[in-house]
């Protein structure tokens, strides 16, 4: 896709995990040294509103497009932030700008990080990972964005004092840093502030694919395919709870207990549904154990249907409670919910 007609691209999509990871490449031909730096005004983590004119005293500005959500992404925090710090006092503006629209993201594309791409979302990351750069929002109506034409988060334009683009491509060669050979992004900066030639002006990209408005009807798609599942509820007896226990499949497994008439049950089964999705695609398995009588199974499967529970789900097959909970967990002497994570092994590393 070409992007405001100013760069020529070629996009390679490549399986990564859950996600989709873009690789970019520019016609060398193209005549990139006359590429202005696109205008924006876009609100920041800091509540102010940041604009290009902004940074028009800095000698070299560097435009990063990144996200949160995506796990190159993050890999990349951290050196964004030390380039931020070193190269500021030689008067280099770097501003990160988080150009994904989040209406757009699948919910297993976040089973790498617990916030999206919101701008109140970009808060919370920032003041978790103590980033102290400027990063910027554009996904609302994505027009900036657009403009520059980022591939992949992350995705770096750097420019000169009269802001023509003299490199764009990756941060550096590779998002695991003991593998890195070549610091691109920081060469080009080195080169301008020496009055040099930029030694390699553009790079491929990898990370996460921009996130369009036009893959919203993939996320609705796939918000649509989850659902038709059927959603069943079989019932489990103490031999079942103890192989259960057990934790014998080689995943992470979580287990929920939870009973119909249990409001704080009730209160998180979403977010837990959520979880599962967010995270199914990975070595993950998740089970739901009500706790109601054998005979209430008709509103158990009503509930269940209701939050569209495509999880194994199962049901007491026996009104003595205390001996099935014993059978899971002699230690249990509480009511529900009650949740346990068994590791790969089987051996418990949460439960609450």
């Not at 999509?13 to 990139?32: I, K, L």
Request: include cysteine; proline fraction near 5%.
């Amino acid at each position: 896709m070409v992007k405001a007609g100013w760069r020529i691209i070629d996009v390679e999509e490549m399986c990564f995990g859950s996600y989709v990871v873009a690789v970019g490449t520019t016609d060398a031909s193209h005549p990139r040294s006359r590429l202005a730096a696109p205008d924006f005004s876009l609100p920041g983590v800091d509540g102010k509103v940041h604009k290009l004119s902004d940074y028009a005293s800095s000698p070299i500005l560097a435009v990063i497009f990144t996200c949160n959500h995506c796990p190159i992404a993050q890999m990349y925090e951290r050196r964004i932030e030390q380039l931020y710090e070193d190269y500021s006092q030689k008067g280099v503006a770097v501003v990160a700008i988080q150009g994904n629209d989040p209406k757009a993201i699948r919910i297993d594309e976040l089973d790498s990080s617990d916030v999206s791409d919101t701008l109140d979302d970009m808060k919370i990351r920032v003041q978790y990972k103590h980033l102290h750069y400027p990063y910027l929002y554009a996904g609302d109506t994505q027009s900036v964005t657009r403009a520059y034409g980022p591939q992949a988060t992350p995705h770096v334009f750097i420019f000169d004092k009269d802001r023509r683009l003299r490199y764009e491509g990756h941060f550096d060669s590779s998002y695991r840093i003991e593998l890195v050979k070549t610091h691109d992004a920081q060469n080009a900066i080195d080169a301008l502030l020496s009055g040099k030639e930029v030694p390699v002006k553009h790079t491929g990209v990898f990370g996460c694919s921009t996130k369009w408005p036009e893959k919203a009807e993939q996320r609705l798609a796939a918000e649509q395919k989850l659902n038709a599942k059927p959603v069943t509820v079989e019932k489990v007896n103490a031999v079942g709870l103890k192989k259960l226990r057990a934790g014998t499949n080689g995943h992470v497994t979580l287990i929920n207990f939870w009973a119909t008439w249990c409001g704080s049950c009730v209160t998180e089964f979403a977010d837990l549904q959520d979880t599962y999705r967010m995270y199914s695609a990975r070595d993950f398995d998740m089970v739901t154990v009500s706790a109601n009588m054998p005979d209430e199974e008709p509103s158990v499967l009503r509930f269940l249907q209701k939050k569209h529970a495509i999880t194994r789900n199962l049901l007491f097959d026996s009104d003595d409670t205390a001996k099935l909970q014993a059978a899971f967990d002699p230690a249990w002497q509480s009511a529900v919910p009650y949740t346990v994570v068994l590791g790969p092994d089987g051996k418990v590393i949460y439960k609450h």
